[in-house]
């Protein structure tokens, strides 16, 4: 069964600091991997996707994330946090196959100090 | 709807009660998954729908908890006697077909047992 990891209970970063965010899965084969950000009070929202092709995948709010199978990591960067970006963010894998039930990790709260 | 819709978004209820919790997902999609999210756990499988049968059940926690869906629409996960520790937010997410991932998660339903 697959699993991940988030070594990270919480990280604070100043406004304006570059972020990374760790992510270590452990699947068989290659995993459809996932980056979600919850804001207080709401769902899930996907910032992102890993399933095929270039390793390094572009998401929306100025998010990126690297998958290096060599060291079975998908972690998630940003260039310049912002104060909005504050909210509790989680890595998730699903198996390429079957029906497809997203495994979620335990999430990084990140804090955005002035 | 244009989202996936839980209600009641919070809910407190007195411990031995048992509780209704109803998630509407998106018109269309096929597949229905419900997650538990408790404090410093992440998000923890529950039960996973697709159309209206249930192929994996195995994230039930006990006999206490169970779900159907009906009309390949609306679902709702039952509680009952419930306990303090079923304390949490639980969400729901809908999926049009596994070919794309694109799952779209609910605001969540707030249980409190008190």
Redesign the interface.
């Known amino acids: 069964a697959q699993s991940v990891t988030q070594p990270d209970?919480h990280i604070t970063v100043s406004e304006g600091a570059s972020l990374e965010l760790r992510c270590n899965y452990s699947y068989g084969a290659t995993p459809?991997l996932?980056w979600?950000v919850q804001s207080p009070?709401?769902?899930?929202?996907?910032l992102l996707?890993y399933?095929s092709g270039d390793t390094l995948v572009q998401g929306i709010k100025g998010f990126e994330a690297e998958f290096k199978r060599s060291q079975s990591s998908f972690n998630l960067r940003k260039p310049s946090v912002h104060w909005s970006d504050a909210a509790e963010y989680?890595c998730a894998v699903?198996a390429n196959s079957g029906?497809?039930?997203?495994?979620?990790?335990?999430?990084t709260m990140l804090l955005v100090s002035p | 709807g244009a989202g996936?819709s839980q209600s009641p978004s919070n809910k407190v209820t007195e411990k031995g009660k048992d509780v209704e919790l109803r998630c509407d997902p998106i018109s269309g999609h096929t597949?229905l998954?419900w997650?538990r999210q408790s404090l410093?756990?992440?998000?923890e499988?529950l039960i996973?729908f697709?159309g209206n049968s249930a192929?994996?059940k195995s994230g039930l926690p006990s006999d206490r908890f169970s779900a159907e869906r009906t009309g390949g629409s609306v679902s709702t996960l039952t509680i009952q006697r419930t306990q303090q520790e079923d304390s949490a937010v639980y969400?729901c997410?809908s999926?049009l077909n596994?070919d794309n991932?694109?799952?779209t998660?609910?605001?969540?339903t707030r249980l409190t047992v008190v």
């Open positions: 209970i459809y996932f979600y009070g709401q769902g899930l929202q996907l996707k399933f989680f699903v029906y497809s039930t997203l495994t979620f990790g335990k999430g | 996936v597949a998954y997650y410093g756990q992440g998000l499988f996973y697709q192929p994996d969400l997410a999926l596994r991932y694109g799952y998660f609910g605001s969540g």
